[in-house]
């Protein structure tokens, strides 16, 4: 199972982003999903999740601005960020709890590759 994160980039505090990562391979589910972000310097730390069911959680930092949804069909989640700060600077990591369609039925936790996201003030 592979994980290809997109959408990252360069954006004026107050502005919008919308990040997408998409799961891929033999999969045979794909449960909850979600955004973490680090910092430079800092430790990477919970964005948003989201279940396969849609049920969705938030950091406090982010609530009311950043929604988190996903496509089951896709295999693929998004991250609409709105009213961007210049704290919101980080690389941003998507990560699913996935069951590779291996016939061991053994969930696994896997990262995709990161995506820089910078808000200038």
């Known amino acids: 199972v592979q994980l290809q994160a997109s959408g990252g980039g360069l954006v004026q505090a107050g502005g919008s982003l919308r990040l997408s990562c998409a799961a891929s391979?033999?999969?045979?589910?794909?449960?909850?999903m979600g955004w973490y972000r680090q910092a430079p310097g800092k430790q990477r730390d919970l964005v948003a999740t989201?279940?396969?069911?849609?049920?969705?959680n938030y950091a406090d930092s982010v609530q009311g601005r950043f929604t988190i949804s996903r496509d089951n069909a896709k295999n693929t989640v998004y991250l609409q960020m709105n009213s961007l700060k210049p704290e919101d600077t980080a690389v941003y990591y998507c990560?699913?709890?996935?069951?590779?369609?291996?016939?061991?039925?053994?969930?696994?936790?896997?990262w995709g590759q990161g995506t820089q996201v910078t808000v200038s003030s």
């Open positions: 990560n699913a709890d996935a069951i590779p369609n291996n016939g061991l039925y053994y969930q696994y936790t896997y």
């Open positions: 989201i279940t396969s069911s849609g049920s969705a």
């Open positions: 391979g033999s999969i045979f589910s794909v449960n909850r």
